[in-house]
């Protein structure tokens, strides 16, 4: 009996790894009902008290997949004024013209699914789930004992290369870290993060010349950031290099950085639907001029301060990016990038540092997929400091230990995403009115993040799942107790 039913336990947690949640409950619940070993017990109890949180939680990314394609054809995008993309939309019959409610552009639901459909959901250079890096292209490199704010030169942006391939055995993805100067040239950052790196890379070509983007062609091991869509509106200055990327065989990142209460709704979910909408738009448009192109979800939800900044110190960034990282793992199947690992803060001190550190290990222990951001970045992302990349690494190398050593029957830990059954009409009210600060939707949805917080720190106050790994939803650093 002991063999069947570690048999039958390994199966539960098999299905667990696949996010079949019900199948796994009713493995569980089989369990139960039996007469088992007391370890094997203990384990079976821990697992089907998250069953039930883990099976809504599911329901409510399908809910944000279903919700996504809904915006793009009930309510439609801004792209009226735009020439290029009507032309391309009309010629693939992807308009539906008969939805005389939608607020903007409305795309057909079968079109829309036709388009994902060409998606590949595989690819060779993946470097694999929870897989840390740099990027974010922070316009200043931060020098230490100099304060004046500057772009990194060549010698310097070569200093970060040599950085970055001593600490291979941590990187997952070398995506651009900083802004150059003009010793430099974006052509010849590639070349030299080529080079230097033998894993993952991301560059924006935006800067490349056209003989120059045949670079990245057909190259697995390179991803090209690029954008389209903001506020449900496309931008004009991008319109063209979206296209030339998208045409040009290369693998797209595909970036929607919208920002919750200031670009887009204050609701967790009513967030993550409008921004999976964006990247579901922006593959659209990528299959219908390059059919199979390679596309990341590349949706970086980011959550404001009281006093209206971006925050990467907040516990919220981590929590939405875990979130989204979760609608394409568990219902996409899309390969994704998201953020975390950063912080608000300017100055290099332990604090910096140990925010960086519990925001990785959250995004560990809920799961991502590619994480950008994570190494070296400060002042939320205006900054990299080759020095905090350093420490990032190292502490980064301690805590992957401290990982591998975890029990391995803890399964998959619930985020609890809070559920907003008007994230559809809030986020219809912001296409009607403009914007998201006229939108009542919004103001109703003002403590949302704090009460998703809470709740998530009193399910961790009474199950400690990795009670010798530093890593937390709550701002306590130095100021109270720290919850695993």
């Not at 809910?63 to 004024?81: D, F, Q, W």
């Not at 308009?95 to 552009?105: G, L, M, R, T």
């Not at 516990?315 to 990016?321: E, G, K, R, S, W």
């Not at 939320?380 to 990349?389: A, D, I, T, V, Y």
Request: with cysteine.
């Amino acid at each position: 009996m002991s063999d069947r039913a570690q048999e039958s336990l390994n199966k539960a947690l098999e299905f667990e790894n696949e996010f079949d949640f019900r199948k796994a409950k009713a493995v569980y619940d089989d369990l139960k009902q039996n007469d088992i070993p007391d370890n094997i017990a203990r384990v079976v109890d821990f697992r089907l008290e998250d069953m039930d949180p883990l099976i809504a939680e599911k329901e409510t990314y399908q809910r944000i997949h279903h919700n996504g394609i809904r915006v793009l054809s009930e309510i439609g995008m801004n792209v009226a004024e735009s020439e290029e993309l009507m032309e391309i939309l009309m010629e693939a019959d992807a308009i539906d013209f008969e939805k005389e409610s939608a607020v903007f552009i409305p795309i057909k639901e079968n079109y829309i699914n036709q388009c994902l459909e060409r998606c590949p959901r595989n690819w060779s250079g993946d470097p694999g789930n929870n897989s840390f890096g740099t990027g974010a292209t922070p316009p200043f490199l931060k020098r230490v004992g100099d304060n004046e704010l500057r772009q990194a030169s060549r010698a310097e942006f070569e200093d970060i290369v040599r950085s970055v391939a001593r600490n291979e055995d941590v990187i997952g993805i070398f995506s651009l870290p900083v802004a150059t100067d003009k010793s430099v040239t974006a052509f010849e950052v590639a070349q030299l993060m080529e080079g230097g790196f033998s894993g993952l890379k991301m560059t924006s070509t935006k800067g490349f010349s056209d003989d120059e983007m045949k670079f990245l062609a057909g190259k697995d091991h390179w991803v090209d950031g690029t954008s389209l869509i903001t506020s449900l509106t496309f931008m004009s200055t991008m319109v063209s290099p979206f296209l030339r990327s998208a045409r040009s065989g290369a693998n797209l990142l595909l970036l929607d950085l919208t920002i919750a209460g200031s670009s887009g709704p204050g609701s967790p979910e009513a967030l993550l639907t409008l921004i999976h909408a964006q990247v579901l738009f922006m593959m659209v448009v990528a299959q219908t001029v390059n059919p199979g192109v390679l596309c990341l979800h590349g949706g970086i939800p980011s959550v404001t301060e009281a006093g209206g900044d971006l925050s990467y110190s907040s516990p919220h960034q981590t929590l939405i990016n875990a979130a989204m990282a979760r609608v394409n793992s568990w219902i996409t199947r899309l390969p994704s990038a998201q953020s975390g690992g950063s912080t608000s803060i300017v100055e290099l001190t332990n604090e910096a540092v140990l925010e960086s550190e519990l925001s990785r290990n959250t995004l560990r222990k809920y799961g991502a997929h590619i994480v950008r951001h994570a190494m070296g970045a400060m002042g939320s992302l205006n900054f990299f400091s080759l020095e905090k990349f350093e420490e990032d690494c190292d502490r980064e190398r301690k805590n992957l230990k401290l990982f591998s050593s975890a029990p391995v029957d803890r399964g998959i830990l619930p985020l609890y995403t809070p559920v907003d059954q008007e994230a559809m009409e809030g986020i219809k009210e912001i296409a009607e009115k403009g914007g998201t600060k006229n939108a009542d939707h919004t103001l109703r949805k003002v403590d949302s993040f704090s009460t998703w917080e809470k709740s998530v720190n009193k399910a961790a106050e009474k199950k400690l799942y990795y009670p010798n790994i530093k890593d937390t939803v709550i701002k306590m650093i130095g100021k109270g107790t720290i919850v695993p």
